[in-house]
């Protein structure tokens, strides 16, 4: 915000035991400072780490000055935090000249390791978006020994389902180095995805593959629901918006940079509508998704929450920052190599959702929002698309560009990468980019005329550092439709 940040820590003596840090509240000072060094400390103050939350801290910092870097740390007792440095938007009513953006997703711990972050912390940006799957929620089982996942209190599931399960699992992410130097370089704005619950669930129905003893009830997994989602919270530097121990959470938000940027912030997994079909994975017939007529991905109150943000905004870029592609893809037959056609739709993104999608685009086109650009992620593949409201009618003019970044760490199969590529061209000739063979992140420089998007890549995530390159640069021009290779 312009005069806020939140600032997040957690005391732990044992990472994967929130329980060892004992049942009392234990005391944190905190400083907020104008220089690296604390000459000048512009606000302090005590918060209390409560065992409830596992002794996180969450300290909703005010009446800090809009678009400046701040640093912050943390003390109790004999220990004192590393240094963070993180950064307030510009005034809400000032015209900015430039917003320079990192977008993150689907980091795997068990897949490799995260040299993405280690290129990330060394950019020059305002802001990190991070898409969700933060943490997966799978057994242990990893080519890297010292990757493998934390055990769950009820191995044999391939999930978390007890929220000491959740806690000692985010804790196992927060131990990596990469991305504790990326947290502590900018400030995060981040939702959820499915990984962070539990595979592929909608709303209260648990993983579309889930089969007897797996297949929980929708009152038993509202209780593994939240689980995750308080875990979520005590690992995030979030306000809070829900009590401790419930099942809903509201994710879904706004952030205003100045006149420049309105970023929505949404929530595709809690409000949605179970997947169509019934399909044992993600994939299924196109027409299950074009039938799907009462299917949301973000329930009636979101999507009105939404419609009216994108109505009603004066920014001169309209972002959508949500987790599934809304793109239409025609994927070739994976499902069945000797018969790649007819294609199938991946029915756990908006193509399972067809009416939902064909109201936002329309909604996008009669309220004329200003430049809007879709972020996405969940797909683990960069792909770079212009959004029509109908996909084949290549003479309309774009209503949207859509960017879908590639994931940190998490696998996207080697053997899909080429025959997309093949197959992109003819079957979805609205996607001017897509890459499945790297991991990495999206930069984006942001200013009046154009919206510049980077595909910032790591060579091998077999090792800690990787170089990073930029392997494509995409832009959108201010009020001229689609994108264009920049
Ligand atoms: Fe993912």
Same mark, same amino acid.
């Given at each position: 915000?312009?005069?806020?940040?939140?600032?997040?820590?957690?005391?732990?003596?044992?990472?994967?035991?929130?329980?060892?840090?004992?049942?009392?509240?234990?005391?944190?000072?905190?400083?907020?400072?104008?220089?690296?060094?604390?000459?000048?400390?512009?606000?302090?103050?005590?918060?209390?780490?409560?065992?409830?939350?596992?002794?996180?801290?969450?300290?909703?910092?005010?009446?800090?000055?809009?678009?400046?870097?701040?640093?912050?740390?943390?003390?109790?007792?004999?220990?004192?935090?590393?240094?963070?440095?993180?950064?307030?938007?510009?005034?809400?009513?000032?015209?900015?000249?430039?917003?320079?953006?990192?977008?993150?997703?689907?980091?795997?711990?068990?897949?490799?390791?995260?040299?993405?972050?280690?290129?990330?912390?060394?950019?020059?940006?305002?802001?990190?978006?991070?898409?969700?799957?933060?943490?997966?929620?799978?057994?242990?089982?990893?080519?890297?020994?010292?990757?493998?996942?934390?055990?769950?209190?009820?191995?044999?599931?391939?999930?978390?389902?007890?929220?000491?399960?959740?806690?000692?699992?985010?804790?196992?992410?927060?131990?990596?180095?990469?991305?504790?130097?990326?947290?502590?370089?900018?400030?995060?704005?981040?939702?959820?995805?499915?990984?962070?619950?539990?595979?592929?669930?909608?709303?209260?129905?648990?993983?579309?593959?889930?089969?007897?003893?797996?297949?929980?009830?929708?009152?038993?997994?509202?209780?593994?629901?939240?689980?995750?989602?308080?875990?979520?919270?005590?690992?995030?530097?979030?306000?809070?918006?829900?009590?401790?121990?419930?099942?809903?959470?509201?994710?879904?938000?706004?952030?205003?940079?100045?006149?420049?940027?309105?970023?929505?912030?949404?929530?595709?997994?809690?409000?949605?509508?179970?997947?169509?079909?019934? &399909?044992?994975?993600?994939?299924?017939?196109?027409?299950?998704?074009?039938?799907?007529?009462?299917?949301?991905?973000?329930?009636?109150?979101?999507?009105?929450?939404?419609?009216?943000?994108?109505?009603?905004?004066?920014?001169?870029?309209?972002?959508?920052?949500?987790?599934?592609?809304?793109?239409?893809?025609?994927?070739?037959?994976?499902?069945?190599?000797? &018969?790649?056609?007819?294609?199938?739709?991946?029915?756990?993104?908006?193509?399972?959702?067809?009416?939902?999608?064909?109201?936002?685009?329309?909604?996008?086109?009669?309220?004329?929002?200003?430049?809007?650009?879709?972020?996405?992620?969940?797909? &683990?593949?960069?792909?770079?698309?212009?959004?029509?409201?109908?996909?084949?009618?290549?003479?309309?003019?774009?209503?949207?560009?859509?960017?879908?970044?590639?994931?940190?760490?998490?696998?996207?199969?080697?053997?899909?990468?080429?025959?997309?590529?093949?197959?992109?061209?003819?079957?979805?000739? &609205?996607?001017?980019?897509?890459?499945?063979?790297?991991?990495?992140?999206?930069?984006?420089?942001?200013?009046?005329?154009?919206?510049?998007?980077?595909?910032?890549?790591?060579?091998?995530?077999?090792?800690?550092?990787?170089?990073?390159?930029?392997?494509?640069?995409?832009?959108?021009?201010?009020?001229?439709?689609?994108?264009?290779?920049?």
């Amino acid at each position: 915000l312009p005069d806020a940040v939140v600032l997040w820590t957690r005391l732990v003596a044992d990472p994967f035991d929130a329980a060892a840090m004992g049942r009392r509240d234990v005391a944190v000072r905190w400083e907020v400072a104008a220089d690296e060094r604390f000459a000048t400390v512009v606000r302090r103050g005590t918060a209390l780490a409560r065992p409830e939350l596992a002794h996180s801290v969450h300290v909703d910092v005010r009446g800090l000055r809009a678009d400046r870097v701040y640093w912050y740390r943390f003390r109790t007792g004999r220990f004192v935090s590393p240094v963070g440095r993180t950064r307030t938007a510009p005034e809400t009513y000032s015209r900015p000249n430039r917003l320079r953006v990192g977008v993150v997703n689907c980091q795997d711990f068990q897949n490799g390791y995260w040299p993405a972050y280690v290129g990330l912390a060394a950019e020059d940006l305002d802001v990190v978006v991070h898409l969700g799957d933060y943490i997966y929620e799978y057994d242990p089982q990893s080519a890297y020994p010292d990757r493998r996942h934390t055990a769950p209190e009820t191995p044999g599931l391939d999930q978390l389902v007890t929220l000491a399960d959740y806690r000692a699992r985010h804790a196992q992410y927060k131990t990596d180095p990469a991305l504790q130097r990326a947290h502590a370089a900018f400030p995060w704005i981040v939702t959820w995805d499915d990984h962070e619950t539990e595979n592929n669930y909608a709303g209260l129905v648990d993983e579309i593959d889930d089969t007897a003893a797996r297949h929980q009830d929708p009152a038993a997994f509202a209780r593994q629901r939240a689980a995750a989602y308080q875990a979520y919270y005590e690992h995030m530097p979030l306000r809070r918006a829900a009590v401790p121990g419930s099942p809903d959470y509201r994710l879904y938000r706004r952030f205003e940079f100045g006149d420049l940027v309105r970023l929505n912030v949404l929530d595709t997994r809690q409000y949605r509508t179970d997947q169509p079909g019934g &399909h044992p994975s993600d994939f299924g017939p196109i027409a299950d998704g074009l039938g799907n007529a009462a299917g949301t991905l973000t329930g009636p109150e979101q999507e009105r929450w939404l419609a009216e943000g994108l109505r009603t905004t004066h920014a001169r870029w309209n972002v959508l920052a949500q987790q599934v592609m809304v793109s239409q893809i025609r994927f070739p037959n994976f499902l069945d190599p000797a &018969h790649p056609f007819p294609p199938i739709a991946n029915l756990d993104q908006w193509d399972g959702y067809d009416p939902a999608r064909t109201r936002l685009l329309r909604l996008l086109r009669d309220a004329r929002t200003p430049n809007p650009v879709v972020l996405a992620g969940d797909i &683990h593949s960069t792909w770079c698309s212009d959004l029509r409201i109908d996909r084949d009618d290549l003479a309309a003019a774009p209503v949207a560009v859509e960017f879908t970044a590639t994931s940190v760490s998490s696998d996207f199969p080697a053997a899909f990468d080429g025959p997309l590529k093949a197959a992109n061209p003819t079957l979805n000739p &609205h996607v001017r980019y897509f890459d499945g063979s790297r991991r990495g992140y999206l930069r984006m420089t942001v200013d009046r005329e154009r919206w510049l998007t980077d595909v910032r890549t790591v060579d091998s995530i077999a090792t800690r550092e990787s170089p990073v390159r930029t392997s494509a640069s995409w832009a959108a021009t201010a009020g001229v439709p689609g994108l264009t290779p920049a």
